[in-house]
């Protein structure tokens, strides 16, 4: 079965495909050949992923899901969620650590955890699955593997950085793995 995924991030891309099943063929924007951006104008993690999905389910009217993933600091009341892709206005991932930094400069709360939304256009229905994972910001970048925040966010019980896991290993823990496994258990079931 063909699942579109309305994104362009490879390194998402490849997460996911390295959790599914293999009867499920995922298709990247890249891969159907869409090159537009489309504009994250949303207020929430939801928004978001419904304006991907949406946007290619009203194109090619195929099964298609999209997911939007948040930081959200405690201490920075919620910072830089919905807004942690362009937190420093750069886009630039490099940015968004430094301005992280700074932002958590005084604070002794480091407490932070990930969210992933995901939006499905299933059978012409609209479908929302999630997933969290609580850890900490910690003062320094570890790590050469993930994207984003992964250097600087180590999950609860854990003593690495999702930059220091390989991909197995972030995929059994991670907020992206969990919405995803949900995304697998209702399209097995649906």
């Known amino acids: 079965m063909e699942l579109i995924f309305a994104s362009h991030n490879e390194n998402k891309v490849n997460e996911i495909r390295a959790v599914l099943p293999k009867d499920i063929h995922l298709l990247s924007l890249n891969d159907i050949g869409f090159h537009q951006e489309i504009e994250e104008n949303g207020n929430t993690l ?11 389910y009203k194109i090619y009217g195929k099964n298609v899901f999209a997911d939007d993933t948040g930081l959200f600091v405690e201490s920075l009341e919620g910072a830089p969620g919905v807004y942690s892709a362009r937190y420093a206005g750069t886009g630039n991932s490099a940015d968004n650590i430094e301005k992280l930094f700074k932002e ?7 407490k932070a955890y990930f969210k992933t939304v995901i939006c499905l256009f299933w059978k012409n229905e609209i479908h929302f699955l999630s997933g969290e994972i609580h850890g900490e910001i910690i003062d320094e970048i570890r790590g050469s593997e993930g994207f984003g925040y992964d250097p600087v966010f180590v999950p609860e019980s854990y003593g690495l950085t ?15 793995a969990g919405a995803v496994q949900k995304l697998i258990n209702f399209v097995e079931n649906n």
């Open 46 to 56: 939801e928004e978001n992923s419904r304006i991907k999905a949406e946007t290619i």
């Open 104 to 110: 958590l400069k005084t604070k002794s709360n480091r």
């Open 162 to 176: 999702f930059a220091e896991m390989d991909l197995n290993e972030k995929n059994q823990i991670s907020h992206r």
